[in-house]
């Protein structure tokens, strides 16, 4: 605001600003200066070209609106954001398909109660059956009875227990690797070990169809990304030279970029192998690390269950860090990694998901161990999946209008439409009535669920298919018939 | 190693004077705003006398001096290196780690290395049986003697209530869940993991803490980095605590909107905050900002303080902002009836956007919890990624989580869950009064379970940690990176399950450790003698 230092003679009632004790002879002289000044105007005035005195006059009248325009106050603008605040959640939310969940009652081994109809399961990954076994649950008991429930702590902060120690024994041992370590939650496995390797500024090559995961590590490690087409091997080719001609432009920089490859064994989003034999062979060549996700393969792949290095028959010491979860054929909970010592062992201090959450429940822990021994005890039991898989996946064969995409000897294989309905959302819709049409005659199924929006690639809508070994001729045959419908 | 405060901007601002022994007169806008407190809320952060920190930066000085000799000494081989060490066949790929980023590691952490993860072989209960190993190579390897220490008094594990323990009665139903269900899951939510079990704990929860709903997943840390991404995107502001833990700054750097840091538990600072982003909107583009998220914890578990829920509150009411609430430390272990933070200052519920919590700690269990508005969560059974991705809870764990919340809510016909809480609350007074009585500094609200003992000097934290477990006393100490640098310190987690002879003699052991290690560096003052008076009506309660 401007202060006027004139007080106005109140005394005489007049306008003139009468400035504190000056004479009048000063006031005679301010008229004069002021008079000389207006003249002076006006001679502008009448010589200054026109557009000269429109542009003035947009210049004086929006210096008179910035002056009388109101300033700017926070208790005002603050109402501003009623307005604009979105809510919490996203719209839609209310009709969208995943909320109406499934409603198992009875444990999901292989048959299972599911809104009240008892079926037989396809739904679960619990591929050995091992969820529904004798010895495991007998050994998961008496170490609940031992240690309780909860290990009320991290692994640093006395939540290490000597179950966990066996356990990561156990696994590098059954993988022969140098070292294991153990996280307490599948998803959390290889998204705490991405970030604790790859950094801001390191290169890791990864397929469209990498789980998500992996895609959330990845997103996490803040690392430039590059994916190539799923199992493509001259696709990831080209990428590595275009790379291997970007280092040798800045080789200083070259030389501290780590580089990455990372891989599943089955893919979760398609049910197919990884080639293994060439992605080790363009490690060597391209000398990129390889990250092997085995969520799906272990306890499924090769003659012990090893996975899909036993399958190929490729050394294992040539894979830089295998990770998988215990969730799956072990049928407990939790993940590990295993590899050499000099990879693994960073994690016990970098793994976030590691260092900062509470150790696995020690009977979870022993679970896992029982179900690595009867791994062990009976490697006939991949022999019979693996042959459960391809008659199942002979059967299914030639539906029409479902074809099914995913390896023959995998356990977890899906079923897609041939020919789309037009859109996505209709697309799901039938499959759900399918997977309706089969839970009513007695048949667990379900859809793969995918977060449309935040899927770098989006798979298509498709049905899961799981095989357990322990299921009955009879009662597969049925099944088949139902879903061939 | 992984630092707990990726994101703080750096230490904390020490000259501001709100951190040196304040009894905190709530403020806000500069005005006391003591009204919102129904009850005397006291936090002391006391600083030490000037010298401790220069003797710390010195000794820490000493330490990297010395590592840069050893590793010098190692690169010539003068020293055997013990490290596990690349493969001759790889030794030509970029290296998989910087070098200085195992520097910490190799030369301080390993010197201190044997006071961590030490392996326990009971429950975690108020005392435990710890396996013993020994080294032979200054903590490089480990070597299991197969000889057991017994009945080590355990004050580290997150037992508030006291939930870890294995009485056959109270497990019996876990069993049976167990032996019908089997030990895991083999599913997601969304697909075939949504067992009755579930939807049992969530309408406990629900009732528990007096929401519309609630949604629980397998896993604490999960919960909150699958969770926040599902909430907030692009456009999105994000004000987080200075000292919020690790899953929480994950979720929010996953969810991909802007993050700004606040001073830990500071509301001035959050004020500033949410008024700059509330005028001034996205950066460059000046549009407003789609939605505010505040994130805090409801105890923080390395400084043991509150946070001021009354006035951030009124903050997000006052700018429009949603508050994201973490329990994980709270939940179960303050308020009258163990309901966390909310009900401690007396908050309505429904004034916290989202309710997130963990089994792991009061209830003795695995897993987390999200609890809000009905909409909230069905939004969440939709777009949560763990819902969709992740394995859900194992039935056996839900049964206990059933069991407990029963226990504390007193569904099961007992008081235990009530004395419980009570007698929580009284061995925090209690340890809490006579630490400082001893002349210890330590941190934090004299109502918080989690007790920082401040040792400052790295020398002392190994020291102290074994000379404690010598006497049979298990204590967790933690230093650089998961403190500030001159902060190291032990931490004690009280339970329920604590008897008053364990509490008496971890103090007098302490208070002769407190002499014999000089860490006794408190200048308030105390009254002369800390006799050890244990009396049930020497406290005043108002549940
Ligand atoms: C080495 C280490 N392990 C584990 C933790 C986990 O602490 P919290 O249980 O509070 O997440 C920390 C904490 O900062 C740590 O420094
Ligand atoms: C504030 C906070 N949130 C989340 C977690 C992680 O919980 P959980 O151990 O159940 O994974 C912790 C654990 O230390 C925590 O302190």
Redesign the pocket.
């Known amino acids: 605001m401007l202060k006027i230092p004139w007080n106005y003679s109140k005394k005489e009632g007049s306008f003139f600003p009468c400035p504190g004790q000056q004479s009048p002879n000063k006031i005679v002289h301010w008229l004069f200066v002021g008079h000389y000044w207006v003249q002076l105007c006006f001679y502008c005035v009448f010589q200054a070209p026109a557009y000269h005195l429109i542009l003035e006059g947009i210049l004086i009248l929006w210096i008179i609106r910035l002056l009388f325009s109101k300033t700017y106050k926070l208790q005002e603008r603050s109402d501003l954001t009623e307005k604009v605040t979105e809510s919490l959640l996203r719209n839609g939310s209310q009709n969208h398909l995943s909320l109406q969940y499934q409603r198992s009652t009875l444990p999901p081994t292989h048959k299972i109660v599911v809104n009240g109809n008892e079926c037989i399961n396809f739904a679960s990954f619990n591929f050995l059956g091992l969820l529904d076994n004798e010895k495991v649950k007998n050994v998961a008991l008496a170490s609940l009875k031992k240690y309780g429930v909860g290990t009320c702590?991290?692994?640093?902060?006395y939540g290490t227990f000597d179950v966990h120690l066996e356990l990561e024994d156990r696994i590098a041992k059954f993988m022969r690797t140098e070292e294991a370590i153990i996280y307490s939650y599948g998803f959390a496995t290889i998204a705490s070990a991405i970030p604790a390797y790859s950094k801001r500024g390191d290169l890791v090559f990864v397929d469209e169809a990498a789980c998500f995961a992996i895609q959330k590590g990845l997103q996490a490690s803040r690392s430039n990304i590059k994916y190539f087409k799923h199992n493509d091997m001259d696709d990831l080719e080209r990428l590595l030279k275009e790379q291997e001609f970007e280092d040798q432009k800045n080789p200083r920089k070259a030389r501290v970029t780590r580089r990455f490859l990372f891989v599943e064994g089955l893919y979760m989003n398609t049910g197919s192998i990884c080639p293994l034999p060439e992605l080790v062979k363009l490690k060597y060549k391209y000398k990129v690390r390889i990250f092997l996700e085995e969520s799906l393969s272990f306890g499924v792949l090769g003659e012990h269950g090893r996975g899909v290095t036993e399958h190929f028959g490729v050394n294992i010491d040539d894979i830089d860090l295998i990770s998988a979860n215990m969730e799956n054929a072990l049928a407990s909970i939790g993940g590990f990694c295993c590899g050499r010592s000099f990879v693994i062992d960073h994690q016990r201090?970098s793994g976030q998901g590691y260092?900062?959450?509470?150790s696995l429940p020690p009977m979870l822990a022993s679970a896992a161990i029982e179900a690595l021994n009867i791994m062990e005890d009976d490697p006939d039991i991949f022999r019979k999946l693996s042959q459960k898989c391809q008659q199942i996946h002979l059967a299914l064969h030639g539906i029409s209008g479902l074809k099914v995409v995913g390896e023959s000897f995998s356990p977890a294989f899906h079923l897609q439409l041939t020919r789309s309905r037009g859109s996505r959302e209709n697309d799901v819709k039938l499959l759900q009535e399918i997977v309706d049409y089969c839970q009513n005659r007695g048949i667990a199924l379900t859809q793969a669920r995918y977060l449309d929006k935040e899927e770098k690639f989006l798979p298509s809508p498709r049905i899961i298919v799981n095989i357990f070994c322990i299921w009955y001729s009879a009662s597969l045959s049925a099944s088949q018939n139902f879903i061939v419908k | 190693?992984?630092s707990?405060r990726a994101h703080s901007s750096g230490d904390r601002d020490k000259s501001s004077g709100l951190r040196n022994g304040y009894s905190r007169g709530p403020r806000l806008n500069g005005k006391p705003a003591s009204d919102l407190y129904k009850k005397h809320f006291y936090e002391s952060f006391e600083q030490p006398p000037l010298y401790v920190p220069v003797l710390t930066y010195m000794g820490y000085g000493i330490v990297t001096l010395f590592g840069y000799l050893r590793d010098f000494l190692r690169a010539w081989g003068f020293e055997k290196c013990h490290a596990a060490q690349e493969r001759k066949e790889q030794k030509d790929f970029v290296p998989l780690y910087q070098d200085f980023e195992n520097f910490y590691k190799r030369n301080l952490y390993m010197r201190v290395r044997d006071n961590?993860n030490r392996p326990i072989c009971s429950v975690p209960g108020p005392t435990f049986d710890l396996v013993e190993r020994v080294t032979d190579d200054y903590n490089w390897t480990f070597r299991y003697t197969g000889r057991i220490i017994k009945d080590v008094i355990n004050m580290g594990s997150?037992n508030y209530l006291g939930f870890a323990e294995n009485h056959s009665e109270f497990l019996k139903p876990v069993a049976e869940v167990m032996m019908e269900y089997g030990s895991g899951v083999c599913s997601t939510r969304q697909e075939m993991g949504n067992l009755d079990k579930h939807i049992e704990v969530e309408k406990l929860v629900t009732q528990f803490l007096g929401v519309e709903a609630a949604m629980t997943f397998g896993m604490g840390f999960a919960t909150n980095c699958m969770n926040i991404p599902a909430l907030m995107g692009k456009g999105c502001l994000i004000l987080s605590d200075e000292l919020n833990?690790?899953?929480l700054i994950l979720g929010a750097r996953l969810s991909g909107s802007t993050i700004r840091v606040f001073k830990h538990n500071n509301m001035q600072s959050l004020e500033k905050l949410l008024r700059d982003a509330v005028v001034n909107g996205q950066p460059r583009t000046h549009r407003p900002w789609k939605k505010i998220l505040i994130l805090v914890e409801g105890i923080y578990?390395?400084e043991g303080s509150i946070v001021c829920l009354p006035e951030i509150v009124l903050l997000k009411k006052k700018y429009k902002a949603y508050l994201y609430l973490d329990e994980a430390?709270s939940i179960g272990a303050v308020g009258p009836t163990g309901r966390g933070v909310v009900e401690y200052f007396g908050v309505d519920p429904a004034d916290i956007d989202v309710m997130m919590g963990t089994f792991t700690k009061s209830f003795g269990a695995i897993g987390g919890y999200i609890a809000g508005k009905k909409e909230l969560v069905d939004y969440l059974r939709g777009y949560s990624h763990s819902a969709a991705y992740a394995t859900s809870m194992p039935p056996a764990i839900a049964e206990h989580i059933v069991r407990t919340l029963k226990c504390i809510m007193g569904l099961d016909g007992t008081t235990i869950g009530a004395e419980r809480i009570r007698k929580l609350k009284e061995n925090t007074r209690y340890f809490r009064q006579h630490l400082q009585q001893m002349g210890f500094i330590i941190y934090g609200n004299e109502d918080s379970p989690v007790v920082p003992l401040l040792l400052y000097m790295p020398g002392k934290v190994g020291a102290f940690a074994r000379r404690m477990l010598k006497k049979n006393i298990g204590v967790v100490v933690?230093?650089f990176?998961?403190?500030p640098i001159v902060e190291s310190r032990a931490r004690f987690c009280l339970s329920a399950a604590h008897t008053q002879e364990m509490l008496d003699r971890v103090l007098t052991v302490l208070n002769e450790m407190g002499n014999f290690l000089r860490v006794k560096y408190s200048r308030k003052p105390r009254n002369s003698c800390p006799e050890l008076k244990y009396d049930e009506n020497y406290f005043e309660f108002d549940i």
Do not use: I, N, Q
């Open positions: 702590g991290p692994r640093g902060f201090l260092c900062f959450s509470a | 190693m992984a707990r961590w997150y833990h690790t899953s578990s390395m430390h933690v230093g990176p998961a403190t």
